[in-house]
Each structure stands twice: as structure tokens, then as C-alpha cells.
């Protein structure tokens, strides 16, 4: 009779679930930085209302975040190949991994681009102006004032939606990838045994995502709210400095002539 749990086959099969995992976080990796650089530009022409972008980013972002992301997974996988072909380009040897990078990472941005969105709006909009009667550029300003501090309140929304991320690459390998679930999926396959595998994935995800969570939280201390708030101010304070610094040298300069035409009054009295 099978037993329902086998921890010896569970403790077998561990390493071999195991070796997977970098392929689950380079996943992860990459639609995280393809997610942040979309999802921030997203949100700035939202921000800036850029018109016609506004408008597509919104029906991208809605289309996203409306729809399960296995659906997108497979209208990637399956439907983008089909259109390409129809352009001529033929994507039929691309590695699975690349439709697994788009569609984690087009999710990624519509998610983020809100998140980073809200955190720039929650910044007061005086400090923006401020910055830019200081005399810093627009980009500076946002670079130097706005975005440390839109950071700090962003942190914890890019952990969760980190994690979020890491769970949901659970989905690949419904095209084939042999990630963390697919590799269980597979020794269970071959021994009859599903269950084991499963539980050592889930004792990886949790794993990891207990780690990620620490991760996020010392980001989080690092990135506090006084801290930002006072490289901000040094910021601007610095910039301030500055243009007094050479107000007073155009003031020198101005008073200079006065001051010979009072030595030589001198000398000749």
C-alpha cells in the first residue's frame, strides 16, 4: 500500500527541486528590472499627462491588472508567435524563458507603474517647487528631492508585489520551463509520488520569501523616512549655498570700484 507521505523519497527528491530554483529567481530577476524601468516610465507620462501615452498606458494598465496572468502567459506564448509570423519573423526556436520575461515583466510594470506612481504623487507638491526655485532642474529635482523620498513610501509595496511575483512564476511550467513546480512536477510524474515533490516546493517558496521579506524590511530601515527627508534637505540647502556663495562674489565684484575710488580719495587728501 502507498503510503500518502514518503519523507524518504521527500528528502530524495529535495536537491533535485532545489537545482531549480535559479531558474525561478532568474525569472523573477528579470521581469523585476524590466517591470521597475517600464512601470517607472509608465508612471511618469501618466504623471506628466503625455498626451495619447496617457491614454495607452491606462488601457495597458487595465488590461493587466483585469486579467489572470496565466491568460497573459499563454497570449504571449501562443498568440504572439502567430502575429510575428504574419510580419515575417519567425520566433518559433525563441528559448521559452524570453516569453516568460515578457509576460512577468509587462505584469510587473502595470503593477509598479501604480505603485511608484501613487509614491511620487504622496511626495507634497511644495518640495517639487521649492527644489525648482533652488535652482535644480526638473530632473534633478526629481532625482535628488522627489524620488528618495518616494522610495522609502514605495518599499513595501515592491516586497509584496516581489513575492507576489515569486509565486506566480509557479505558471511556467505550463509552457514547459522546468522551474521550482515543474521539476516536482516531473519526479512525480516518473514515480508516482506528486505529493513529496510538492511539499518541498513549497518549503522553498516559503523560504525564499521569508528571505525576500527580511530583504525588504532592511531596505525599508535603510530608506526611513528622517533619513530621506534629511539628504533632501542637504540637497536643496547645498544648491542654496551655492547660488549664495556666487551672489556674493557678483556682490564683491560690484563694490570693488567704490571701494579704490575711496582709497585713492584718501591718498590724495
Sequence with gaps: MNQLFNIELAEKYFPKILSALPTTLLIVFVATIIGLVLGALI?????????????LSAVFVSFIRGTPILVQLFIVFYGLPEVLKMMGLDISELN??????????????????????????????????????????????YLKVILPQAIQVAVPSFGTATISLLQDTSLAFTIGVLDVI????????????????????????????????????????????????????????????RLKTNLDHLSQETTQPVVVKTTLSEELL
Design 43 to 55: 508612471a511618469m507620462i501618466r504623471i506628466e499627462k503625455v498626451p495619447v501615452l496617457t491614454q
Design 96 to 141: 521559452k524563458m524570453y516569453y516568460l520575461y515578457v509576460t512577468y515583466g509587462l505584469n510587473t510594470a502595470a503593477f509598479q507603474s501604480e505603485t511608484i506612481r501613487a509614491a511620487i504623487l504622496s511626495v507634497p507638491e511644495h518640495q517639487l517647487e521649492a527644489s525648482l526655485a533652488s535652482g535644480l532642474t526638473k530632473q534633478q529635482a
Design 182 to 241: 515543474g521539476r516536482a512536477q516531473a519526479l512525480g510524474a516518473v514515480t508516482m509520488h506528486i505529493f513529496e515533490g510538492y511539499v518541498d516546493a513549497a518549503l522553498i517558496f516559503i523560504v525564499c520569501s521569508i528571505l525576500l521579506e527580511l530583504f525588504f524590511k532592511w531596505i525599508e530601515r535603510k530608506t526611513s523616512y528622517d533619513a530621506v527627508t534629511r539628504q533632501s534637505k542637504m540637497a536643496i540647502s547645498k544648491r542654496k549655498n
